[in-house]
């Protein structure tokens, strides 16, 4: 191999490295959609959303719909805490124990697949 081929080869073999060594998102077996019901005091929650706390400050969440439900899709699967916003009027209408993530008691498992997964969730 000649001398001007060398650096080339180096350049490839260590742009394969980097890519198959580096960070991968998760693989799509390792996915799942989660769909639910949020109610307050046994009545669809109107407005708000929903949280699944990931880890290092990252989270997955949806908007929660008028009736009360929500979707999402592409959720790694896993057991992650849970939180749940809701305001009127830029006042929170939910407990700290649901919208705090510091102080947050719900918490799910979310297996392969689909999962649906509903919130009762209460005033006092």
């Not at 693989?27 to 669809?44: F, N, R, Y």
């Not at 305001?87 to 008691?105: C, F, I, N, T």
């Amino acid at each position: 191999m000649s001398a001007s081929r060398c650096p080339i080869l180096v350049a490839l073999l260590t742009l394969a490295v980097v890519l198959t060594c580096g960070p991968r998102a998760a693989a799509a077996d390792d996915l799942a959609s989660v769909k639910g019901t949020i109610t307050l005091d046994g009545k669809p929650l109107p407005s708000g959303r929903i949280l699944f706390h990931l880890g290092d400050g990252q989270f997955i969440g949806a908007k929660i719909k008028d009736d009360g439900t929500f979707k999402m899709e592409r959720v790694p699967t896993g057991k992650y805490k849970v939180t749940v916003e809701s305001a009127v009027q830029g006042k929170s209408v939910l407990p700290a124990r649901y919208a705090a993530d510091d102080k947050s008691e719900l918490q799910v498992e979310v297996k392969k697949g689909a999962n649906t997964l509903d919130f009762a969730l209460l005033s006092r």
